[in-house]
C-alpha cells in the first residue's frame, strides 16, 4: 500500500471509493431490474453506467483494485444473461456489435470482452480472431491503471475460452476437416500468441506508471509502491502461459521464453525485470529451465544494474536443486545439460577461459598451474560432478560481466550467490570431490580481495559469511578436510572476533553431535584447535563488536576492551570444545601421544581462566589411553611414562590455577601408573607430588582430613609399588596425620592410617569365598602386600596416645572405642590371611590393653556400654575379646565400692576430729580466763 503524504489523503481516498462504490451498488441495483424484465438495452445501458465509475483517475491502485474487484462480480450477471438469451449465433453477432456502440471507452471494451466470450462459447467463430480484434482495441486506453485493468478483465475473462490444442507437426499434412477445425478454435500456439501480446502491452503500461508522475523523490518513492501493488496484475499472464497443458519444452524454448526474455531486456526497467525473472523462474517447470540455460543466464548479465541478481540466481539453482535431487529425474537433468554443452559451445567458451588467463598469468609473470585437459575433463558427462560445473560457469559468468560493471555487486550479493552454489554442490554431489568447497572459497576470497575487504563487520555480511563456511561442515565426512584448506582458513580470517567464536563453537557442535569423526593426526588437531582457539583463548574485541549493554562501561576513546565473560557462558563455551578431547582415537602410540601434547600446547594458551575447564577432561583422556594400551616390552614401557610425564605436566598447569584440586589428580594418576608393573617410580612419584600439595595449599581442617582419607584410599589400593617406597608413602600419611590441628582429627586419621602396615587381606575381597583354607595361599604372592605388624602395633600404639589425650574422659574413651573399632577390622584381616598366628595374638594383646585403657578412663557412662558391647558382638571371629564387657563392668563396679568406702571413712574421721578438739578448745579457754 502506498504511504500517503497526509491524513488528508487517506481520508480523501476512502471518501471518493466509497462513493464510487455506492454509484456502482445503485447502477448494479436497476440492472438486476432490467434483467428480471429481460430488457437487453436496460441492461447494457445500466452496465454502461456501472462500469462508467473505473474511469476515474483519483482512486490509489488498491483502492482502485477494490472497486474493479466489485464491478468485476457484478460484470459476471451481464455474462450469465447475455450467454441465456435465447437465439442462434446471429443474435450474439449482434450482441457483440451491438456493445461497440457504447458512447464512453471504457464501458465499450468491458462489454465487448464480454459480448465477444459469449459469441466465441455460443457460435461457431475465429476464436483468435475475435480475441485478436479485442486486444487491438484495448490499445486505445493507454492511462497505466485504467488499461492494467482492462487488461486484467481480459485475462479473466478468456481464460475458459483460450485454446489449448497441440499444434500439428510440420512433417504431417493436416486434412481438411482437421485444417479447418484449426481456424476455428486454434491451437496453444494461438493462446501463446495472445497472452504475450497482452502481457506486452501491460509490462509497457506497468512501467510508464513509473514515470508519470515521479517529478520529486517522495513521488518516485510513490510510484515504486503503486507499482509494486499492481505488479501481480502483469504476473498473471505469465502463470496463465505455465498452466496450458500442451505446453512443452520446444514450445516453451523457441516460443514463450525468447519473446518474455525480449520484453524483458527491452524494457530496461529495474523492478519489472526483477518480479518477471522471478516469476518466470517459479512459474515455469524445472525441466524447462534445464533446457534453456544458455539464454537464461544469457539475459541475466545484460540486466540493468539495480536489479538484485542474487535473490534471481538463489531461486534458480533452488529449483534446479530440487530437480536433481530426485534419483528419477537426475539422468535427465545430465542429458539436458550434455545437449546443452553441444548446442551452446560451451566447451569452446571454456577453452576461450582459459587461453585468456593464461595469456595474463605470462604477462604479469606469474606461474600458471591449471591444465586443460584436466579442465576439459570437469565437463564431460561422465565426470561425477558434471551438472555442477556447467551450472557453475554460467554463475561464474554472470557474477564476471555484473562486477565488471561502474556498479559492481555487493558483499551481500554475492556471499548470497556463492552459499546457494554452495548448497547446489551440497545436494547435487554431495562434495563428492572436495575441491568444489575449495574452488568457491578461493573464489570467494578473490572477490575479497579485488574489493579492498580487510574484515567483514556489517551484521547481515557476517550472518551470510558465518552460513557460508558453516554450510560445508554439515557433512561430518568433510570437516577435517575443510578445516585443513587454505582457502577456507582466509575466509574466515575475515570474521570479527565474535563471529568467530560462533563459527568455533558450531566446529565443536558439529563435531561433538556426528561422533563419527576420529582424530587421528596431529595435523587434525592442530587446524581444529587453530579454529576453536577463539573460545580457547581469551581475545580483545573492537568497540563496534561490543553488545550496547557493555558500551556505557566503555571510557571514551577506547578502541578495544577484553569483554569479561560470566562464569556460565564459559562453563557452557568450554565444556563443548573441551569434549572434543574425547574423539581422539588411533592405533599408534606416538601419533597419539604427540595429539594428546598438540592439545596441552593449545590448552595451556587459555591463561588461569580457561584452563580450569579444559585440562581435567584433557588429563582423563590421557589417563585413559594409557590405561587402555596393550601392555608389554620396552616400547611400551617409554611410551607410558612418556603418557605420564605428559600427565604430570598438565596437572602442574592445572595446579597453579586450583592448586587444591590438583591434589585429588595426582593421586588418580598413581593409581593408573600402579596399574603398570613397569612405572612404580612414577607412582611414588606422583604420591610425593600429591604429599607436596597437601602440605602447601590444603589449609582448612576438614579439607585436610578429606585429603588424607583421599591419600590414605590410594596408597592402600595400590598393587606393584615396591615395599620400601610404600612405607615410605604409609609413613609419610602416619606424620602428616599427626600435623593436624585437632586431636580428635588426628585420631580419625590415625585410626585409618595405621591399616597401611597390613594390607594383604584386603587386596582380594570380591572372587573369592570367605572359607579360611582357600583364601590362605592366595594372597602370599600377591604384590604389593605389606605385613609389617611392629609399625602397626607401633602406629597402633600412637593412635592410643593421641586418643587419650583429651581432656574429656567421655570424649577419651570414644575415641579409644574408635581405634579399637579398627583394630578388630585389622584382627579380622589377620586372621583371614594367617589364621590365629602371633601376630594375630599381638594385636588381639594390644587392643585388650586399649579396653583396660577405655575402662579406667571413663567411669564409662551407661550409653557407652552398649556401644562398646555391640562393637565387640560385631565380630562373633574375635571370641577373646567377649570377655572385655565383663572386665570393663567389674572394674568399674570396683572402682565405685572403692570410692564409696572412702567417702565412708574420711566422714568419720572428720565426726571423731571434730569432737576431740572441741573438749581441747574448752580446756584452753577456762585456763585463759583463770590466768
Known amino acids: ?35 428480471s424484465r429481460k430488457n437487453l438495452p436496460g441492461v447494457l445501458k445500466e452496465a454502461a453506467n456501472m462500469l462508467s465509475e473505473l474511469k476515474t483517475s483519483l482512486l490509489s491502485p488498491i483502492h482502485y483494485y477494490e ?108 486434412k481438411e476437416a482437421e485444417e479447418e477445425s484449426q481456424e476455428i478454435e486454434g491451437t496453444i500456439e494461438d493462446s501463446i500468441r495472445i497472452v504475450l501480446r497482452n502481457f506486452i502491452e501491460m509490462n509497457k503500461l506497468w512501467v510508464r506508471l513509473q514515470y508519470a508522475q515521479a517529478f520529486t523523490l517522495i513521488d518516485k518513492k510513490k510510484c515504486e509502491n503503486e507499482r509494486n501493488q499492481l505488479r501481480q496484475l502483469v504476473g498473471t499472464n505469465i502463470i496463465r502461459l505455465s498452466q496450458f497443458e500442451n505446453i512443452n519444452p520446444e514450445i516453451y524454448a523457441f516460443s514463450v521464453l525468447p519473446v518474455l526474455l525480449n520484453q524483458i531486456e527491452k524494457c530496461g526497467d529495474r523492478i519489472a525485470q526483477q518480479y518477471l525473472l522471478d516469476s518466470i523462474i517459479h512459474a515455469f517447470p524445472d525441466q524447462f529451465h534445464f533446457l534453456t540455460v544458455d539464454t537464461l543466464f544469457g539475459v541475466l548479465s545484460k540486466l540493468k544494474p539495480g536489479v538484485v541478481i542474487s535473490d534471481i540466481l ?63 575433463s570437469k565437463y564431460n558427462p561422465e565426470h561425477p560432478c558434471f551438472v555442477f560445473h556447467v551450472i557453475s560457469f554460467y554463475v561464474s559468468d554472470v557474477l564476471s560481466s555484473f562486477n565488471s560493471k561502474p556498479q559492481p555487486l555487493s558483499i551481500t550479493s554475492t556471499l548470497k550467490i556463492f552459499i546457494a552454489l554452495l548448497a547446489f554442490a551440497s545436494n547435487v554431489t554431495h562434495f563428492n570431490d572436495d575441491t568444489l568447497i575449495d574452488d568457491i572459497f578461493t573464489d570467494i576470497v578473490g572477490v575479497f580481495h579485488c574489493n579492498h575487504i580487510e574484515s567483514v563487520c556489517e551484521k547481515e555480511e557476517l550472518t551470510l559469511l558465518r552460513t557460508l563456511l558453516t554450510t560445508p561442515l554439515k557433512v561430518p565426512s568433510h570437516i577435517f578436510t575443510v578445516l585443513a584448506m587454505r582457502s577456507f582458513t582466509e575466509l574466515a580470517g575475515f570474521l570479527s572476533g565474535r563471529a568467530r567464536k560462533d563459527l568455533a563453537l558450531e566446529i565443536a557442535k558439529t563435531l561433538i553431535d556426528c561422533g563419527s569423526e576420529n582424530i587421528d593426526t596431529i595435523e587434525k588437531v592442530d587446524n581444529l584447535l587453530t579454529f576453536l582457539s577463539p573460545v580457547l583463548i581469551g581475545k580483545t574485541v573492537t568497540v563496534e563488536e561490543i553488545d550496547e549493554r557493555d558500551v556505557q562501561s566503555i571510557a571514551s576513546g577506547v578502541d578495544a576492551v577484553v569483554v569479561e565473560e560470566s562464569d556460565e557462558q564459559l562453563d557452557t563455551e568450554l565444556s563443548l570444545v573441551a569434549r572434543c578431547v574425547h574423539l581422539v582415537h588411533t592405533e599408534d ?137 610404600y612405607l615410605t608413602a604409609s609413613k609419610r600419611v602416619c606424620m602428616l596425620s599427626l600435623s593436624l590441628m585437632r586431636k580428635s582429627d588426628q585420631c580419625k586419621a590415625l ?181
Not at 594418576?669 to 602447601?696: G, W
Open 314 to 376: 538463489v531461486g534458480l539453482l533452488q529449483r534446479f536443486v530440487t530437480f536433481l535431487n530426485n534419483e528419477d529425474t537426475y539422468p535427465e537433468g545430465v542429458r539436458l545439460c550434455s545437449l546443452l554443452i553441444t548446442n551452446s559451445g560451451l566447451v569452446g567458451r571454456v577453452k576461450k577461459q582459459f587461453e585468456e588467463r593464461k595469456l595474463m598469468a605470462s604477462q604479469q609473470g606469474k606461474e600458471f598451474a591449471e591444465d586443460e585437459s584436466t579442465l576439459l
Open 751 to 931: 585410626c585409618r592410617s595405621f591399616h597401611l602396615f597390613y594390607n594383604a587381606g584386603s587386596l582380594i575381597t570380591k572372587g573369592f569365598p570367605d572359607e579360611k583354607e582357600e583364601f590362605q595361599g592366595k594372597v602370599e604372592n600377591k604384590g604389593g602386600q605389606c605385613k609389617d605388624v611392629e609399625k602397626l602395633l607401633k602406629w597402633i600404639k600412637k593412635t592410643a596416645e593421641v586418643a587419650m589425650y583429651e581432656r574429656s574422659k567421655r570424649l577419651c574413651a570414644y575415641q579409644i572405642l574408635c581405634v579399637v573399632n579398627q583394630c578388630i577390622s585389622v584382627c579380622k584381616r589377620i586372621e583371614r590371611v594367617e589364621g590365629r598366628s602371633d601376630n594375630y595374638s599381638a594385636v588381639v594383646t594390644e587392643v585388650t590393653r586399649l579396653m583396660e585403657e577405655a575402662s579406667r578412663a571413663s567411669a564409662v557412662a551407661s550409653h557407652d556400654r552398649p556401644q562398646l558391647k555391640g562393637i565387640v558382638d560385631a565380630d562373633p571371629t574375635v571370641e577373646e575379646l567377649s570377655y572385655f564387657i565383663r572386665s570393663c563392668e567389674e572394674e568399674k563396679n570396683k572402682l565405685t565400692a572403692e570410692k564409696t568406702e572412702e567417702k565412708v571413712e574420711e566422714k568419720v574421721e572428720e565426726e571423731v576430729e571434730e569432737k576431740v578438739e572441741e573438749p581441747v578448745e574448752k580446756v584452753e579457754e577456762d585456763l585463759k580466763e583463770e590466768e
Open 67 to 174: 472497486l474493479f474487484n466489485l464491478v468485476f462480480d457484478h460484470m459476471q450477471e451481464v455474462y450469465i444473461f447475455l450467454r441465456g438469451i435465447p437465439g442462434d449465433g446471429r443474435v450474439k453477432r449482434q450482441i457483440y456489435e451491438l456493445v461497440q456502440r457504447a458512447a464512453s471507452l471504457i464501458p465499450r471494451l468491458y462489454l465487448l470482452i464480454v459480448a465477444g466470450v459469449v459469441l466465441i462459447e455460443t457460435d461457431s467463430v475465429p476464436k483468435v480472431e475475435v480475441l485478436t480484434d479485442i486486444i487491438d482495441m484495448m490499445k486505445g486506453v493507454q492511462n497505466p491503471i485504467r488499461g492494467l485493468f482492462l487488461r486484467e478483465f481480459f485475462n479473466r475473462m478468456v481464460k475458459r475460452v483460450l485454446p489449448d490444442a497441440p499444434a500439428k507437426p510440420v512433417t504431417e499434412e493436416p
Open 1 to 35: 500500500m502506498d504511504e500517503p503524504i497526509g491524513t488528508e489523503t487517506v481520508e480523501d481516498q476512502k471518501r471518493w471509493v466509497a462513493e464510487s462504490m455506492q454509484k456502482v451498488k445503485q447502477a448494479h441495483y436497476r440492472m438486476r431490474e432490467e434483467i
Open 589 to 725: 602410540p606416538n601419533i597419539l601421544y604427540g595429539i594428546l601434547n598438540a592439545m596441552k600446547r593449545h590448552y595451556e594458551r587459555g591463561g588461569p581462566q580457561r584452563t580450569p575447564y579444559t585440562l581435567p577432561p584433557l588429563l582423563f583422556a590421557i589417563l585413559r589411553h594409557t590405561a587402555c594400551q596393550e601392555k608389554g616390552g620396552d616400547d611400551h614401557s617409554a611410551w607410558t611414562t612418556q603418557m605420564l610425564e605428559l600427565a604430570d605436566q598438565v596437572i602442574i598447569l592445572y595446579g597453579y590455577v586450583a592448586p587444591r584440586r590438583s591434589l585429588r589428580l595426582f593421586l588418580e594418576c598413581a593409581r593408573v601408573a600402579d596399574s603398570c608393573p613397569d612405572q612404580t617410580k612414577m607412582t611414588y612419584h606422583f604420591l610425593t607430588n600429591a604429599f607436596i600439595s597437601f602440605e602447601d595449599h590444603i589449609v582448612e581442617s576438614k579439607s585436610q582430613l578429606e585429603s588424607l582419607y583421599c591419600m590414605i584410599g590410594t596408597i592402600f589400593s595400590l598393587t606393584h609399588m615396591p615395599l620400601e617406597d
